[in-house]
């Protein structure tokens, strides 16, 4: 009866993950869709919404590049650049404005350094290292049946855990500050800062999905390390 319950348990783990992490990124795309059609007002392209917000903050430092891919837009601290999608980038569109002047949000964050944003950076570094060891020991952990090596390796995925909980609150506040920006500005008018903040609650929804997936990653692993344990 435990085996079948352990078995049972995991599985309802990876299906509610897998749910939970499609369900995030049907909704990020269908909302970036939708508002990557509606030209914005001021007919001002994603890289003049990202530099009109970055030389107000006196970030005439940090420049804006394009980027290949779709919402592969990122702010990299160590270059200072803030890199736009090829959609964003050229288009002006509210999806576009709300995306430049999010990654703008990171930008002013490093300029006023904001905590969680270094934190995250720190820790950044070993994030995919003790990923990859993480699920290594896991691995040769079972397969070996060396259980406390599993739960070594169930541990270091908690640096995961940790990064991605931490990651939440910058992603929160790079938003709060694009809404602000934008409005502050008048890059977008009060209707249009509705579709920026539809937008960017959608875009926090995926963090929210990653955090759930890996708890119940973690959760699963935890299952059947219980279950060797109980043999």
Known sequence: MGFYYYDSLGYIFVII?????LAAEFYVNNRFSKYKNIKN????????????????????DVYVTEVDGILSDHYDPNRKVV???HDIFHGNTIA??????????????????????RL?????????????????AIFIGFI???IDLVWGGIGLLLVILLFQLITIPVELDASNRAKRFLQDYKLLSKNEIEGTNDMLKAAAYTYVASLVTTILEILRLIVI???KDDR
Do not use: W
Request: charged share 20%.
């Open 225 to 227: 390390a219980g279950r």
């Open 120 to 136: 995250r950076g720190y820790i950044f570094p070993f994030v995919n290292l003790v990923s990859r060891f993480g699920y290594v």
């Open 83 to 85: 890199r736009l999608s």
């Open 144 to 146: 070996f049946n060396i």
């Open 17 to 21: 993950g897998a749910i939970i992490a």
């Open 96 to 117: 576009s404005s709300s995306v430049a002047a999010h990654e703008c949000g990171h930008a002013i964050q490093d300029k006023e350094n904001y905590f969680l944003i």
């Open 41 to 60: 007002k001021s007919g001002l392209t994603g890289v003049e919404v990202a530099r009109r917000i970055l030389d107000e903050a006196g970030l005439n």
